[in-house]
């Protein structure tokens, strides 16, 4: 991957963490999240550990870019700005983790 794909992606990652935000916050808490401070929301702890093994937790930005790679393996021609909420879930919901 060359560098200016993998801008865009990092780009792509803060939109589709604002969708997935929004739906989990009230009306009124949910209008005060955007683009520049959606990774103020965002829970401190970025890994936890199961069994002995450390894993990244679901929904932080790394979680989501790692996602947006996997569907842009899975799909070579798919644009990373048409990239958002529901492809990322669906890809959870395909099997792929």
């Known amino acids: 991957m060359n560098n200016k794909k993998a801008k ?3 780009k792509q990652v803060k939109p589709v963490l ?3 935000l929004k739906g ?4 009124e808490e949910a209008a005060k999240v955007n683009l520049s401070n959606v990774l103020n929301y965002m ?9 002995r093994t450390m894993y990244l937790s ?3 930005p790394k979680w989501v870019s790692n996602k947006i790679k996997k569907l842009l393996r899975a799909f070579p021609n798919l644009k990373i700005n048409s990239i958002d909420l529901g ?3 669906w890809l959870l919901k395909n099997g792929s983790t």
């Open 24 to 27: 989990l916050l009230s009306d």
């Open 8 to 10: 865009q992606i990092r």
């Open 43 to 51: 829970p401190t702890q970025t890994h936890y550990i199961s069994e």
């Open 18 to 20: 604002v969708t997935w």
């Open 87 to 89: 492809l990322v879930q």
């Open 58 to 60: 679901a929904y932080h």
